[in-house]
């Protein structure tokens, strides 16, 4: 936990009312998203027994499975999942819009929208990625064979599962973690995890605090577990009575069990609403491009016919893929930060980023000690807060991310300030003169951070024919029939 997070959590803790932790959204809220409420069977691995889903609060429908033990009545439930999920991610697969790459030379297309999926916490992540590796496989032909848009499900479910894994992707999101991204309790990053209770502390009912509405919370008749796991007192006396007999009361087990979703559903609007009510940060439409990219991709692979995602991944395709997490999780901090000056405040307690005042300005300085002459202004900052950074150092400004700064020299003139001289490069044009407001004029408030958003390039990897020994070797093919 950060020092900013543990004082927002103690204010929040004392004033009886969770703390804002961010300025702005970090991520994308869609107009029309499919919410996703799922229930699994206590004792059995990943056995659906109910969903609640729906693009609409007003309009939720609930699907069930009789007797989550049964095969047929669980790949039946999957078929009535894929029957309201495929055509809302296909009705995305319309219009498209072109997209110059290579610099203009070439053009590209993607999808104007994208689809948007919610549920209420990590473990509804979790049981989408474990009902779609059981379903992906499934044939269409023999004795077991299942609707084809079972399979087609798994698939989606699958790729929405692995989108969520992207730091920044607004593809699947779960609630719990979108509000504790914006927001901290005075509770528990655990009792966080209960979507009730979260809530409570931030939007509690009126002559309640934020204590008080998250300990009403937590009576499970109240507020029933949000899923996939359910309570076990509902376990044993409800819902183990009805599903008892082989034929258990379908209309009584409808009845108990839209009971024990309608909270958590009218739960997920609301903590909707809240974010959408946050401004969205200025960086958050370019990942929503991205997530637009993405979607376009997948559905361009199923149309030709592309194979189900693998079971596991091979080594190098592993650590690409580890490669590009990490990639991300860095990009996404940074665009965050660069938003929200709640963010970049974290950095500044350490070190890595300060604020100061523009006292000297030289913007036609030029260099002629290489081959031709450069561009290279200089500026004086000054500063009280602490500066960790050395002679040499690169630093950047939100508020000119193309620009680079060069640390030339870093003097503690007395015991409050202290003096950065800078040299700057890039984003002021082509030309010997710099182009007005690309160099910071004097008197100008700035902040300057190690962090910076320029492009990092892709890892190197072998060919999956070349795995090296340490990992396996080269993958074997193995014999037809087998």
Same mark, same amino acid.
């Given at each position: ?27 994308? #809220?869609?107009?029309?998203?499919? !919410? ?54 296909? /009705? ?26 919610? #549920? ?29 848009? !079972? ?48 809530? /409570? ?20 008749? #109240? ?158 900052? !000054? ?74 390039? /892709? ?21 037809? /029939?087998?």
């Amino acid at each position: 936990m950060s020092t900013l997070t543990a004082l927002a959590r103690a204010q929040a803790y004392a004033q009886g009312r969770a703390q804002r932790t961010a300025t702005v959204r970090h991520l994308h #809220v869609h107009p029309r998203p499919l !919410v996703i409420i799922p229930l699994a069977m206590a004792g059995e691995a990943n056995a659906p027994l109910a969903a609640m889903v729906g693009t609409a609060a007003e309009d939720p429908r609930l699907l069930i499975v009789a007797q989550p033990r049964n095969r047929d009545h669980r790949f039946a439930f999957a078929a009535e999942l894929a029957d309201v999920l495929v055509p809302y991610v296909d /009705g995305f697969a319309g219009e498209a819009e072109p997209v110059a790459v290579d610099r203009g030379r070439d053009v590209r297309y993607r999808f104007t929208d994208a689809p948007q999926l919610w #549920v209420p916490n990590t473990g509804g992540i979790d049981f989408l990625r474990l009902f779609g590796r059981s379903t992906r496989f499934r044939s269409v032909e023999g004795e077991y064979a299942v609707p084809p848009s !079972v399979p087609l499900l798994g698939r989606w479910l699958t790729f929405f599962a692995n989108a969520a894994e992207l730091p920044g992707s607004s593809l699947l999101l779960n609630a719990v973690q979108a509000l504790g991204l914006h927001w901290a309790t005075g509770q528990s990053s655990a009792e966080d995890a209960q979507l009730a209770a979260l809530l /409570g502390w931030i939007s509690p009912p009126p002559g309640l605090t934020g204590a008080e509405a998250a300990r009403s919370a937590e009576d499970p008749a #109240v507020s029933p577990p949000a899923g996939p796991a359910t309570d076990p007192s509902f376990d044993n006396h409800v819902l183990a009575p009805l599903m008892s007999s082989a034929s258990p009361d379908v209309a009584a087990l409808t009845e108990v069990l839209r009971a024990q979703l309608l909270p958590t559903w009218d739960l997920m609007w609301r903590a909707l609403g809240l974010l959408r009510d946050l401004p969205a940060g200025s960086r958050v439409a370019g990942r929503w491009d991205g997530d637009r990219d993405t979607y376009s991709g997948f559905v361009q692979h199923l149309a030709d016919g592309g194979p189900p995602q693998p079971r596991r991944d091979g080594a190098v395709a592993a650590a690409a893929r580890l490669h590009r997490l990490e990639s991300a999780a860095t990009r996404y901090a940074v665009q965050r930060a660069f938003d929200d000056p709640l963010v970049m405040a974290e950095y500044r307690l350490t070190g890595a980023a300060f604020v100061g005042q523009v006292t000297l300005a030289k913007a036609d300085r030029i260099d002629d000690s290489g081959k031709r002459p450069v561009l290279r202004p200089r500026i004086m900052v !000054v500063t009280s807060e602490p500066v960790r950074v050395e002679k040499g150092a690169t630093l950047t400004s939100p508020v000119r991310p193309g620009q680079k700064a060069l640390v030339v020299s870093v003097t503690v003139s007395d015991d409050t300030t202290t003096e950065v001289l800078l040299e700057l490069s890039g984003g002021m044009g082509r030309k010997l003169v710099a182009e007005p407001g690309s160099v910071p004029e004097v008197g100008e408030r700035l902040l300057l951070t190690t962090l910076s958003e320029a492009y990092r390039p /892709g890892g190197s990897f072998p060919d999956p024919d070349q795995t090296p020994w340490t990992h396996g070797g080269p993958p074997v093919a193995e014999p037809r /029939g087998t």
